[in-house]
């Protein structure tokens, strides 16, 4: 009976998981550059948050058109609804990928950077990114309950990032400006992370009808 | 369920209703609000329509009928030996699916309730006519053609011109039974319009198959299904996150 529409939600799924794969890309290539100060591989990031602002429009375009069409109601109605707020954090996921990419491009021929925990920081995000996701597409609450407990950990990254920043400086005071830039990575990171808490929110609001905040749900 | 807060004008409690055979309603408790629109929704057959022609004893002259439990208007059993059922049809008045208006004039359709419950007077009359016209919306229409036969107006005309014959006796509740299926998107909306501002004054109870008309109007939604009533509440929340599995399949489609 309602085939047509089915195919529709079907088809918006398969669209978020492509963005979703996108964002991991992103920050999967900005986070190399990074460990091995490329310029090469920070100049592929912008195309991939270019291609992210359009996979937003496109996710846009289905949603309002399912708004529109087919007028839906409580769950179908919430799966729509979390779609169109968690295209935002995605897109934003591109754009902080790109920052970083752009820091990187920018970065002199200094020492080696000190990357470890970046990188270790990078990783956890994209598990993040990628959960988070999936947990849209199988509307999976404990999966997107597990994205949300993950992001103390990238905090508490950053917390070590600092630290470990703090020192350098201490030490090597020449090394301030890249400590600087060691900092706006991490803290890129940071929001990467956050962003991804956002979209498991609205994955637990579109299979419960609850979100965090909870006068989102009543007003 | 409803708001702690809101009053209750009708009740039932354990309303069962047989058609012969087909137990057409089981154990129906429900309290609706007085002064809000609720809608009844569900698929055909599901027992909302007998539901809303219950609440002014409708279904008496149905051949084979059998009612029992209770249904309490103002906390009085309408199904009680010494109710007078003409009297209880004058306080909860009912709109049908199809426009109906009587093949008189519109003046004499508005008046055709006030005359039969005794009032002569000509001036009361006219008064009463201009008030009903006016209030259901109709009035600029047909204020210079009040002689003429109702039966000429458009279809959505005829219908708010039965919603006055309706409200010219002062109802206390109005029922409405599809009443905008079969009128045009301008026609609904004027009749969608008129009950959000009757409600102030009145209670509407309407059946509905239309899913979006009962979330721009009602302030609470009933779903009937298979004779039973599967869920009550609020209609933000019902179509939003609906309690019950079966209500969230009917509302998005799946099934009905």
Request: one cysteine or more; aromatic letters at 6%.
């Amino acid at each position: 009976m309602r085939n047509n529409f089915d195919r529709q939600l079907r088809l918006l799924g398969s669209e978020m998981r492509e963005m979703g794969v996108l964002c991991e890309d992103a920050i999967a290539l900005a986070a190399k550059a990074l460990s091995e100060n490329s310029k090469e591989l920070a100049a592929r990031v912008p195309p991939i948050a270019s291609a992210l602002d359009r996979k937003e429009r496109d996710v846009e375009n289905i949603c309002l058109k399912l708004l529109l069409r087919q007028q839906p109601v409580a769950g179908d109605l919430r799966q729509i609804s979390a779609a169109l707020k968690m295209i935002t954090d995605m897109e934003r996921i591109g754009d902080q990928a790109e920052d970083i990419a752009e820091i990187v491009s920018s970065m002199g021929p200094g020492p080696e950077p000190e990357t470890e925990l970046l990188s270790a920081m990078a990783r956890s995000v994209i598990r993040m990114v990628t959960s988070s996701v999936d947990a849209y597409v199988s509307q999976d609450m404990e999966l997107a309950g597990k994205v949300i407990a993950q992001d103390d950990g990238v905090d508490a990254y950053f917390e070590e990032v600092k630290k470990s920043l703090v020192e350098i400086i201490v030490r090597e005071p020449d090394m301030g400006g890249y400590a600087l830039d060691m900092l706006m990575i991490g803290k890129y990171f940071e929001r990467i992370g956050d962003h991804a808490t956002n979209i498991a929110e609205w994955v637990i609001y579109s299979v419960t009808g609850e979100h965090k905040s909870a006068e989102l749900a009543t007003d | 369920m409803c708001d702690n807060s809101e009053k209750t004008i009708i009740q039932s409690k354990k309303l069962n209703l047989y058609y012969g055979e087909n137990h057409a309603l089981k154990d129906i408790d429900i309290e609706i609000p007085v002064n809000r629109i609720t809608a009844l929704i569900g698929p055909s057959g599901c027992g909302k329509s007998t539901f809303l022609k219950t609440l002014n004893r409708m279904n008496d002259l149905v051949p084979g009928v059998k009612i029992d439990g209770q249904v309490l208007y103002r906390g009085e059993d309408i199904y009680g030996r010494e109710v007078d059922v003409t009297s209880l049809r004058r306080q909860i008045g009912m709109v049908f699916q199809k426009a109906n208006p009587f093949p008189m004039s519109i003046y004499d359709n508005i008046a055709y309730g006030p005359r039969t419950h005794g009032i002569r007077s000509r001036a009361r009359l006219d008064e009463i006519v201009e008030r009903s016209l006016r209030d259901a919306a109709i009035w600029e229409e047909v204020k210079d053609r009040l002689n003429k036969s109702a039966l000429g107006l458009s279809g959505g005309q005829q219908q708010r011109i039965c919603i006055a014959r309706a409200l010219a006796v002062e109802p206390q509740v109005l029922l409405m039974d599809e009443s905008t299926s079969a009128l045009d998107p301008i026609s609904t909306s004027k009749i969608e319009e008129l009950a959000m501002e009757l409600k102030n004054r009145y209670t509407v109870i309407m059946v509905t198959h239309n899913m979006q008309q009962a979330l721009r109007i009602s302030d609470y939604t009933a779903f009937f299904l298979l004779g039973e009533l599967v869920e009550f509440g609020d209609t933000q929340t019902m179509f939003s996150k609906p309690g019950d599995k079966r209500t969230e399949a009917y509302i998005t489609g799946r099934f009905g």
